[in-house]
């Protein structure tokens, strides 16, 4: 069952991201231009899905568990610190640098362009790289 | 330069919300890809693996469906692709969350170090796309 709901979860996920237009790292690029042609249209997908969400963690809080799970497990850190800015900064350049982020960047490898494969690979190795220096502590 | 997509942005923003609060309802767990992907361990992997399978194949569901998809790839050199995806994928584990994991679902429970970090990968990446495309430098 518990797979199901992640089969399910993905699939609406990916339609999402499909339909909103967000596989497309052209008009992400096109979004974070506002001095050029700007495409406002990443604005509507925020718009669209944070109030959505938010009705979903409102009903959460006032269930004990979750259908599938013993119980919620969500973030559990609150400090504005050094690693979530510096993550972020991080992010964002190579988010700016290709118009893709984690999401739309698999759910466009089913389509196989090797620029795709190519940009999934090495964030996979970014990411491998990140746990090497949690253990190198 | 693309069109302008208020409709299809909304009603695509609204599956990625209603994704969130599935996974959250279902699972209790958040939505945030490059943790889900991101997290080595075998834990959970009864639901990681079938999300990312789900999220790999709808594109592929809706295009079989005569939906038109747009399939694009980044303008920009290997070297800079390759450089693009480290960063990416470093700096979401750093951060702990990308677009998903901050920005829909941090921002929907207002956590404030959801709002902080969706404001800073906003801005360098909107910094990073004007030095492409009005300094001058477009292979950057």
Known sequence: MRALAGLIGGLIFGAGLTISGMINPLKVQAFLDVAGNWDPSLAFVMGGAIPVAALGFAIGRRRRAPLLSQGFSGPTKHALDAKLLGGAAIFGIGWGLTGYCPGPALASVGHGAPETLVFVAAMLVGMAGFRLLLRAG | ?140
């Open chain 2, 1 to 140: 330069m693309t069109m302008f997509t208020p409709v299809e942005s909304l009603l695509g923003g609204a599956l990625i919300g209603l994704a969130a609060a599935w996974m959250w309802l279902s699972l209790g767990r958040v939505a945030g890809v490059s943790a889900i992907i991101g997290v080595a361990s075998r834990a959970e992997i009864d639901w990681r693996m079938p999300f990312l399978g789900g999220l790999v194949a709808a594109p592929l569901v809706l295009a079989s469906s005569g939906m038109e998809i747009v399939w694009q790839t980044p303008p920009i050199g290997w070297g800079l692709l390759i450089i693009g995806g480290l960063l990416v994928g470093f700096g979401t584990r750093l951060g702990s969350g990308c677009t998903s994991g901050h920005g829909v679902c941090g921002v929907a429970r207002l956590s404030p170090r959801s709002i902080v970090a969706t404001m800073v990968f906003m801005l360098t990446a909107a910094i990073v796309v004007y030095v492409q495309r009005h300094l001058g430098a477009g292979g950057l």
